[in-house]
């Protein structure tokens, strides 16, 4: 977090407050910390419900060292929130961590999303991450979305294992993994073989493939895939088919490029650029 | 209350009256097939239940009989909590897990919060947890201070409930008084003065559990009149529908109150087939069952009716709206009559 990001925040959220609003928040910024903690928690009785809106051109450069954080679909409770917990004062830092712990012990749903989303901004990042990684064990569907889903926080902090089970449990709970940041950054071979077996493990039980998830494969795919993928390309699904054809096409594997040539109408659409793995994203 | 556990009989409930438990319940033992059709189409609203020990299979069945929404008021969970983490833990669920268990089943859930009476005599603790109530009392879906109020009637329930009454005008949010079932009537007026004196408007406080002995001077004080109906004790629902003919539907509301104790999460509507039974206008059910409970306490400015309305879906696709977060990890309702588990 540095000074920059608050500044750059503050006259984005103030372009949206009324006048009654604006000087709600600021007052809160000049009593105490404790004051400044119960308006994290009240925010909600002295600002309007209302969703936050901006141009395009806005989206995704809100804060300069973080590009691609968004504010998208955040009410301006939301935004208030992550505000005022930049304005907690930093020094000392046990203070500063001890405040934000309360705040985390106390919160419920709503502030909870806020405080995860506003991870990658506060300061002390690592002393957050075990809180982070618990949260992608919740089974409360919004705290799980706030650090999983659009969330620059775990592609910069997580280690690898982690990171693993953030992807995993986002294809467990049937969300779209293309809204984990980083996420073809932070493709990894512990994560292909896990997804490989799910894939099997899927194909076991008999049901459906979310036909995203192949994506992880590349570029870890090898021989031993041959046979998921000969069963995907028969599959009557033309999700699964078309999740096939581009892992073979992405494959340095010769094996696998063969597979391609049965269906020479996907190869030819990827080539085209008409198919992409973005073709296969849906929400959820 | 467990007073006396080697009377394993008596019903161990935070309302009830020990010396006063044979009577027959009579709500508990309707089935849905008995009082389906005299409710159909109608709507609740149960200003204090205790969720957070009742099952799942509660919430199914409480939707399916027409409770669009809930109060859980912050209590005493059987036994005392030993260390301000429990009671974090505990508000935490009250506005956390417990309401989100809530909506999955179209139950829209509030809560009140305050240190209970009981717990209030461990002072070096109820210190603590006074510094930490006002971040949940200003939670969203917070309507009120409570349960607060008298168990013994001792000198440290007392300060602490003038302390939470100062909080509740802070924090603009009615106030919710559990009355004692050991000298009721006494505590139920010391209760009321009290609030009186330190200037709280009687319309913004809700007085619980009455019976037949507290109810008149409570509603001459301008304080709402709630009625707990639980098996076993003073008030089944019989002598409910009694005190509606005699009183009217003014400032009167009905609960559940159930809890870990006997208790019946349905008694609203059970209460509201009988009411219908005896004649008592819709109108009147109406407002003891849903509407006044409602203007009580929506005065914390935390309910909007319009929210009992929105369309329940436990698809979890359904709710997706735009690129925000996913109203997601919603589980849809099983069918329990299915052989087949999928
Ligand atoms: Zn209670």
């Keep these: 977090m540095n000074a920059n990001t608050t500044i750059e925040l503050t006259q984005f959220l103030f372009e949206m407050t009324t006048k009654s609003e604006r000087e709600w928040l600021e007052n809160k910024t000049k009593t105490n910390v404790l004051d400044l903690m119960t308006a994290f928690v009240a925010a909600p009785r002295f600002l309007s419900k209302k969703n936050i809106s901006y141009d395009d051109k806005v989206k995704g450069n809100l804060i300069p060292h973080l590009p691609g954080y968004q504010v998208d679909g955040w009410s301006l409770v939301h935004l208030a929130r992550v505000w005022l917990l930049l304005q907690i004062p930093q020094d000392p830092k046990e203070d500063c961590i001890k405040n934000i712990e309360t705040l985390f012990d106390t919160a419920e749903l709503n502030e909870l999303v806020a405080l995860y989303s506003a991870l990658p901004l506060l300061p002390y990042p690592w002393e957050w991450l075990s809180r982070a990684t618990d949260a992608v064990r919740s089974n409360m569907g919004f705290v799980f979305d706030a650090i999983s889903l659009l969330n620059p926080y775990p592609e910069l902090y997580f280690p690898e294992s982690a990171w693993n089970q953030l992807v995993l449990k986002t294809i467990f709970n049937r969300k779209p993994i293309h809204l984990i940041y980083g996420l073809d950054r932070r493709k990894n071979k512990e994560l292909a073989i896990s997804i490989s077996d799910f894939i099997d493990e899927r194909f076991a039980a008999g049901r459906k493939i979310p036909p995203q998830i192949l994506r992880l494969l590349t570029p870890f795919s090898n021989e031993e895939h041959s046979s998921t993928l000969i069963r995907m390309f028969a599959s009557e699904e033309s999700g699964e088919k078309e999740a096939a054809a581009l892992v073979c096409f992405e494959s340095k594997e010769p094996k696998l490029r063969s597979l391609l040539a049965n269906h020479p109408e996907l190869e030819l659409s990827i080539q085209n650029g008409e198919l992409d793995w973005s073709k296969l994203e849906s929400i959820p | ?342």
């Design chain 2, 1 to 342: 209350m467990c007073q006396n556990p080697n009377e394993p009989k008596k019903n161990p409930s935070h309302f009830e009256s020990i010396e006063h438990s044979e009577d027959t319940p009579t709500h508990r033992d309707l089935l849905w097939e008995d009082y389906e059709n005299l409710i159909q189409g109608m709507r609740f609203f149960d200003p204090h239940i205790h969720m957070v020990s009742r099952t799942t299979d509660d919430y199914q069945m409480m939707a399916k009989a027409g409770i669009v929404a809930i109060i859980e008021p912050a209590f005493w969970v059987g036994q005392p909590r030993t260390g301000l983490s429990s009671f974090k833990d505990y508000y935490s669920s009250l506005v956390g897990w417990e309401r989100f268990r809530s909506s999955q089943f179209g139950i829209k859930h509030y809560c009140t919060m305050g240190l209970n009476s009981r717990e209030a005599n461990n002072e070096r603790l109820a210190e603590e947890v006074m510094e930490i109530l006002p971040l949940f009392a200003f939670k969203e879906g917070v309507v009120g201070i409570g349960e607060i109020g008298f168990d013994d009637q001792t000198v440290l329930e007392e300060k602490y409930y003038r302390l939470q009454l100062e909080l509740a005008k802070k924090a603009k949010l009615p106030v919710q008084i559990h009355t004692p079932h050991r000298d009721k009537k006494r505590g139920t007026e010391r209760s009321m003065s009290i609030a009186i004196e330190h200037g709280l408007d009687p319309s913004w406080v809700v007085v619980d559990h009455n019976n037949e002995e507290t109810v008149k001077s409570v509603l001459d004080q301008g304080f709402w009149a709630a009625f707990t109906i639980y098996p076993f004790t003073k008030m089944g629902n019989e002598r409910m529908v009694s005190v509606v003919e005699k009183y009217g539907p003014e400032r009167i509301m009905i609960n559940s109150s159930a809890d870990w104790g006997i208790s019946d999460p349905l008694a609203i509507p059970k209460t509201a087939a009988l009411m219908m039974q005896r004649g008592i206008p819709k109108d009147v059910i109406r407002m003891v069952t849903y509407q006044n409970a409602i203007d009580a306490f929506a005065k914390s400015g935390q309910i909007d009716v319009k929210d009992f309305d929105l369309e329940f879906s436990p698809d979890p696709n359904a709710k997706f709206h735009g690129n925000s977060v996913l109203r997601g990890g919603q589980q849809p309702v099983i069918n329990k009559n299915s052989l087949f588990i999928q």
